[in-house]
């Protein structure tokens, strides 16, 4: 989708952090932007700002957990501006716990999120965008969906499928016209950690005080850098949007050895196709 000027972006989480550098980035290039947030006077402050620039802009509460908010937000979206181009599954949430710490309600809390927001915007969504034959979809994964460790087991694990669904949705929907990138950002300066305690519904809330170390955030870069990349993938039909190149030693290690498995297995079994012939 290489012109935006005028197209429609929707983009969840865009209260703060990088959904808010998104719609920056958007509105500055021309697109209506539809600022969406589980905080309504975040997602108020945003699409007023965005508004006094100039922009079209609208703000909905939404909550990604819940597909009838995520149905509402599309209804609204197509109401005021008449469809949708863009669509940022971009809302997300952080916790830090072991493992064999973790109470089910902190899984639940973020797969609610992290995974089952991205699951209910494809499905609110998609279809639209197909019929339309043009759009793309953005879905927020993170650098935690490629590598992983302790003690964000249960955030990467969120993000790996994350990862998994964007690179399977790609494949599925190639030749119709519609794009899909996945955003696997690094250290990026926003709340998410503060945001990530204070959003938490009390259903899904274990009460526990797992005392992990959070990420420096602080020391991360600009969402709105971050936005501007979103948008060069977008108009370029990029797949994968990495941000940081200092994870990719990591990342290789990763790969380098699941091929080294590879190569043992051939060498202690044999070579098999995926037939086992």
């Excluded at 990349?229 to 190149?245: N, P, W």
Aim: hydrophobic share 45%.
């Amino acid at each position: 989708m290489q012109e935006l000027t005028g197209k429609v972006a929707v983009i969840t989480g865009a209260g703060s952090g990088i959904g808010e550098g998104i719609a920056r980035a958007a509105a500055d290039a021309g697109m209506k932007v539809v600022v969406a947030d589980i905080d309504p006077g975040s997602a108020q402050a945003v699409a007023g700002e965005l508004a006094s620039r100039g922009a079209r802009s609208l703000a909905v509460h939404v909550d990604v957990a819940d597909l009838a908010s995520v149905t509402a937000l599309r209804d609204a979206a197509v109401a005021h501006f008449g469809a949708v181009h863009l669509l940022c599954n971009n809302a997300g949430v952080w916790l830090g716990a072991l493992m064999q710490k973790a109470d089910i309600k902190d899984w639940q809390y973020l797969i609610n999120v992290n995974l089952y927001g991205v699951i209910h915007g494809v499905k609110t969504f998609l279809p639209l965008l197909l019929e339309q034959g043009e759009g793309h979809i953005v879905n927020t994964a993170s650098v935690g969906g490629l590598i992983s460790g302790p003690p964000e087991g249960l955030y990467t694990t969120t993000k790996f499928a994350v990862v998994g669904l964007s690179e399977a949705l790609l494949l599925e929907v190639a030749g119709q016209g519609v794009g899909v990138s996945v955003l696997c950002p690094g250290l990026t300066n926003t709340n998410l950690i503060t945001r990530s305690f204070a959003v938490r519904p009390e259903s899904v809330d274990s009460g526990i005080d797992h005392q992990q170390p959070a990420p420096d955030v602080a020391s991360g870069i600009s969402p709105l850098v971050m936005g501007l990349q979103v948008l060069d993938a977008v108009r370029e039909g990029g797949f994968y949007i990495i941000t940081h190149d200092d994870y990719r030693d990591i990342i290789r290690m990763r790969h380098d050895g699941i091929l080294a498995a590879l190569d043992a297995h051939a060498a202690r079994y044999g070579s098999t196709s995926a037939t086992g012939k």
